[in-house]
């Protein structure tokens, strides 16, 4: 059974600054993974797909990169609506989610 | 305009019964898998189930498999979850989301329904 696991669990950061959001699966998946980004009180909203490519509306401050097991979520600079929690998944697993707090 | 709006969410007793439900608009139901996906409180997103296109394959997260059953009905534009056996740790928001690709992305979501298992 797949198990991704985010890296950290909290990160605490400043408006302008560069947020970087780790995730690691136990078995390869390719490039086959996507990030969402969930605020309070809302529902979760698509990111990225195939683990770099933004969807669709998706700010260029947004990032995705790595294949096979290893991922990262790439915030270049802290935007105050980007304050959320950030999820990887592939297929029915999702990561345990990285909430991006204001320092 | 792309829309899945969820209902049927409510306060229920530990071993009763909710059915929740998903209206589709704005894209051909019928071409997508679909999935559940819940949030409990202070915890992680978690798919609950996932259908296929005609209703015939179906996906269960370990914890619910022969309590809820996931349904469509793509003449009606609609997707259901059947909750039977709650339990408290059932209770989360849940959402209904579209299913792009093949390895389960889900790039539409409605905006969720509560469900809070209590006495």
């Known amino acids: 059974e797949l198990v991704l696991t985010q890296s950290p669990a909290t990160l605490s950061l400043s408006p302008g600054e560069r947020a970087t959001v780790a995730c690691r699966a136990s078995q390869s998946v390719s490039s086959q993974l996507g990030w969402y980004q969930q605020k309070p009180g809302q529902a979760p909203r698509l990111l990225i797909y195939d683990a770099s490519n933004r969807a669709t509306g998706i700010p260029a401050r947004f990032s995705g990169s790595g294949s096979g097991t290893d991922f990262t979520l790439t915030i270049s600079s802290l935007e105050s609506e980007d304050f959320a929690v950030y999820y990887c998944?592939?297929?029915?697993?999702f990561g345990g989610g990285t909430k991006v707090e204001i320092k | 305009e792309v829309q899945l709006v969820e209902s049927g969410g409510g306060l229920v007793q530990p071993g009763g019964s909710l059915r929740l439900s998903c209206a589709v608009s704005g894209f051909t139901f019928s071409s997508y898998w679909v999935s559940w996906v819940r949030r409990a409180p202070g915890k992680g997103l978690e798919r609950v189930a996932t259908l296929n296109r005609d209703g015939s394959e179906k996906y269960y997260v370990d914890s619910v498999k022969g309590r809820f059953t996931i349904s469509r009905d793509n003449a009606e534009n609609s997707l259901s979850l059947q909750m039977n056996s709650l339990r408290a740790e059932d209770s989360a928001v849940y959402y209904c989301?579209?299913?792009?690709?093949?390895?389960?992305?889900?790039?539409?979501w409605g905006q969720g329904t509560t469900v809070t298992v209590s006495s």
């Open positions: 998944q592939h297929r029915g697993t």
């Open positions: 989301a579209r299913v792009q690709g093949n390895y389960g992305l889900m790039d539409v």
